[in-house]
């Protein structure tokens, strides 16, 4: 399953509680999951994880507890780029909080 964000295809939605590391070289958005579809809380990148808590020791995942009501509404969908830098993914990132005000997104 895809999902079209701008002009990229992100990987999912996936429930947040399927993942499992590794991540490398990714941006990637923490949805909330209700009856209207899919609402972006946050979007990042990261160079690499192998970390299983990556999510739950984010600084913003009470945020998005807080608008999902718990975590079995949270979905992630992730970006590939193995071949990217920092500063390509950042942009990205940039470009996603620009046209979709991520609700949990601290600027």
Request: charged share 25%.
């Given at each position: 399953?895809?999902?079209?964000?701008?002009?990229?295809?992100?990987?999912g939605?996936?429930?947040?509680?399927?993942?499992?590391?590794?991540?490398?070289?990714?941006?990637?958005?923490?949805f909330?999951?209700?009856?209207?579809?899919?609402?972006?809380?946050?979007?990042?990148?990261?160079?690499?994880?192998?970390?299983?808590?990556?999510?739950?020791?984010?600084?913003?995942?009470?945020?998005?507890?807080?608008?999902?009501?718990?975590?079995?509404?949270?979905?992630?969908?992730?970006?590939?780029?193995?071949e990217?830098?920092?500063?390509?993914?950042?942009?990205?990132?940039?470009?996603?909080?620009?046209?979709?005000?991520?609700?949990?997104?601290?600027?």
């Open positions: 399953m895809t999902i079209q964000i701008l002009h990229y295809e992100f990987l939605p996936i429930k947040l509680s399927e993942w499992g590391p590794p991540m490398e070289k990714v941006v990637y958005i923490i909330n999951q209700n009856k209207s579809g899919y609402v972006p809380l946050y979007v990042d990148e990261s160079e690499k994880t192998d970390q299983n808590d990556f999510f739950t020791q984010n600084d913003n995942f009470k945020c998005w507890i807080q608008h999902a009501g718990n975590e079995a509404n949270l979905s992630l969908a992730i970006l590939p780029l193995w990217s830098d920092e500063p390509e993914r950042k942009r990205i990132v940039d470009k996603i909080i620009s046209k979709y005000r991520p609700l949990c997104q601290v600027e």
